[in-house]
């Protein structure tokens, strides 16, 4: 609309390199405090983490000063076994603290192998290396932790560490690992062993490797059950006073049964988890409204934990809109503040690199992202830095550049570009040595749809890719996951979700306007329906030479559509009728048209608001078969 697009968003980067090299002279144009002061107040995901951390917490600072007195002693004696082996934990534990975007991990890496170097014992080997395997898998080295794991689970095995916490925890990472590079059917296999092992040894492993599952026998379904049903009145107290003698004997059963859980299980997230798999149990078996009351204790213990609030996220988008103005045309130009924004936000100072181009993938969880990722990334000159993103350690400073009140200092819009492309062409050849080359650099950090204009001012070669799905399928799969993350926190409740879902189309439509054509939508019923038309116009936005490898390997559909609730439509109703009106739209625009405009109606009445979709006549509820199709939780999203 407002925005002059003379350099289209897409173009070669040789094309453009000329173009560039002209307006530096006009680049020291004076930019007077634009924004409004408060942007400061504007927080992006991952902006600031390890400030913030290191500020609040002592103990971050402690590990940091021991850090250094190891360092010390391992600089005076390199073969100094127990330091090397501090060290590497030590240093996993700060990635685990304070999150860096994974730079402490080659120094830790180095310190595991030189500690494994010096060791011989193989009790002790199998120990590093299991070590070693954890922290691979946290910074995403997935293929690198399916290696170091292969050797050193048959090692343990070797030495008779068979049933104990390490052998269980090893078995639960290389599991993890092997589900990351899409090996599902090696990955059940060790769900399954983690899970044996972890009986009476391993509370952790225990609940996490009921969630790698994707299958549950009545047994197992039984298990959970009795589990869930004692984590539940340990939780809420049990008042043994007014038990009636058989249900004290019932209590005391579970008691016995479970203790060995008790005291170790009490991080929420474990407990949760034990309470979605259980959701997900039922859910296999049919039960739905089981399956939708367990979601609903899952969701609540989670919510106890990572809480959430709407206004917040609220205040944040708004800020954030407000930061970013939408430019003018150049002929509505009144000063020159207005055209160096437009310049600004053309990325006439950010920074390009010959035969390097980054890639975004970036929109809500579940939508497709890991499908497309992989999907790309079967293109011999696409590599992938996964959700380990770059960029929000440039954040700040870039928040900054635009609060500036005076001559815009463009060399650091340069710089933080520079170092964003840098790290990513750094990690893609940690990940993956045969991509350290890569022409194309993939960052699959969703939430970094919060920072497309900070993209579009320092990466103008940036090619951006927003994944979408059907809004009701996309929730509810939200709503199943138990999210880790801090970045998905709103996926607790229906309510949040919904909120969530509205606020970040909001954030799409404004990064549409400020930067037409830059960020291009890439539909997952679409990528499913017809791969090819979808990924020839994702290799044409971003430039990448169209390679037959990318076609290879195809997704299964996990269409669910709002069919699939039927069964459940009222207990939906938080999600559904905020969403009605997008959902509708989205339908309509993925050619899927009014598939669910009956149930929604059937549901929450006649349409209320809308002038935009249309007066409805009061069809029938429609007798479309509901899609029966029981999908594993763990489809390739
Ligand atoms: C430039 O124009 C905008 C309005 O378009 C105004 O807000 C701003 O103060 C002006 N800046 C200067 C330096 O005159
Ligand atoms: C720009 O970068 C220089 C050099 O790193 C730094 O001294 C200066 O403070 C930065 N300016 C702003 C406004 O961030
Ligand atoms: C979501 O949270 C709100 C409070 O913010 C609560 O009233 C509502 O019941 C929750 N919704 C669901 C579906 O749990």
Known sequence: MAVSTRRPACRPVEARREELAAPRAVALLALLLLLPLQASALTLPGMDEEQTVTQDDPAVAKLKGMLGELREKVGDNPSDFKSLLEMGALLSKLDELAPDGGKRVPEALSAYRRALDLAHDPQVRSFVAAQMGELLLAAHFHKEAVHVLSQAVPLAQQVGLGQTDTFARMLLHFAKAHRELGNEREAQR???????????????????????????SDQELKELEDCADFLRRRREGVDEEHLSEGEMDEWLDLTERWTWLDGELRGKKDQSAVVYALAAAYRQHGRHEDAWQALGEASEVRRTFDPYTRVDEEDNVRQLLRTFQLPKAPEQFENETDAVWAALLQGRWGHREEGLRPVFVVGLPRSGARLLERTLTRHPQVGSIGEQSTLPPQLRTLLDLLAVDGELPTANITAAGSKTLAGMRRQVGEKDAS????????????????????????LPDACILHVERHPADQGLSCYEQPFEGKFTRWSFNL????????????????????????????????????KERVLRSVTEHCGIPWDEA???????????????????????????RPLRQLILRYEHAAGLPEVSRPLLEELLGAEEDSGEAGASSASPPSGQKAEAEANGHHEEL
């Open 190 to 216: 060790l769900f399954a062993q983690a899970l044996k092992t972890a009986r009476n040894v391993s509370p952790h492993v225990y609940a996490q490797a009921w969630l790698g599952l994707d299958a549950y």
């Open 435 to 458: 991509k350290a080359g890569a022409r194309f650099v993939l960052d699959r950090m969703l939430p970094n749809l919060w920072s497309v204009g900070f993209i579009a001012m320092s």
């Open 495 to 530: 309510t949040d979700i919904a909120h969530q879902t509205l606020l970040m189309q909001r954030v799409a439509e404004h990064w549409d306007a400020l930067a037409p054509r830059r960020v291009l939508r890439v539909r997952y019923e679409d990528l499913v329906r017809d």
């Open 550 to 576: 990318i076609m290879k390997g195809g997704p299964k559909l996990h269409a669910q559509r709002v069919q699939r609730f039927k069964g459940q439509a009222h207990l939906l109703e938080p999600l559904l």
